[in-house]
């Protein structure tokens, strides 16, 4: 069956553009999570979703990060002025069990 | 929060040698150890995962082992192939059934050469 897909899979902004990363999980998965991977790094935890609700954020670095899930199934990452900080990788899982599953990433370059 | 230290950061070995890496966490609350695999441009796969009620798991040329009281947990890979080449990551989490967050490790690279 189909895995977790994001799009797009590669983005280009201008410091202080905003930008919107789609994330589409298993079908049927309950639980959805963030993660920013910086360059050799492992990934690093930034929310998490139960159906609509976010029931975690404490992983966000700023208040220029927002998540949603509306309706419980696709996700969507929108970073606000963005910085080159910014720059990373944005993994979405989405879980079913024990076993969380991770899309391919979105990779976000900030000039 | 939960921490956990990787070891090494990279890992270069023959083919058909045994590769291990070592782990290890700080929150003896964490029930959960999962470890991935990623290959470049990919994301995550997960390739082997432990539970803290058990100390040893198998799957093929690949083995977790866990140590609670040491606080420890390792891969081991047999007769390594060049196709294991990637990074691996392993992670520990509190999984209590949905919200369960995972800790990631720094990495290692591993290489395998002919």
């Known amino acids: 069956g189909a895995g977790v897909s994001q799009s797009p899979r590669y983005k280009v902004a201008k410091r202080g553009q905003d930008v919107a990363l789609r994330c589409d999980p298993i079908?049927?998965?309950?639980?959805l999570f963030w993660y920013q991977q910086a360059l050799g790094q492992g990934p690093e935890f930034l929310t998490y979703f139960q159906n609509e609700a976010q029931l975690d954020k404490s992983g966000l670095p700023s208040d220029r990060f927002f998540a949603e899930r509306p309706e419980g199934s696709v996700s969507t990452l929108k970073i606000q002025r963005t910085q080159q900080e910014d720059s990373a990788v944005y993994l979405c899982?989405?879980?079913?069990?024990?076993?969380?599953?991770f899309g391919p990433g979105t990779r976000l370059l900030v000039l | 929060g939960e921490n956990v230290e990787q070891h090494p950061s990279t890992l270069s070995v023959q083919e058909g040698d045994s590769a291990v890496i070592k782990c290890t966490y700080s929150d003896s609350a964490s029930n959960y150890f999962p470890w991935y695999k990623q290959e470049l441009g990919k994301g995550p796969q997960l390739i082997i995962d432990?539970?803290?009620?058990?100390g040893e798991k198998k799957d093929q040329r690949i083995a977790v082992t866990l140590n609670k009281t040491a606080k420890h947990f390792s891969l081991h890979i047999t007769e390594t192939q060049p196709e294991d080449s990637a990074v691996y990551f392993c992670?520990?989490?509190?999984?209590?059934?949905?919200?369960?967050?995972?800790?990631f490790g720094t990495g290692t690279r591993l290489q395998v050469t002919l």
């Open positions: 899982a989405s879980k079913i069990g024990e076993t969380q599953y």
């Open positions: 079908s049927g998965h309950v639980s």
């Open positions: 992670a520990a989490s509190k999984d209590t059934g949905t919200a369960s967050k995972l800790t």
């Open positions: 432990i539970r803290s009620n058990v």
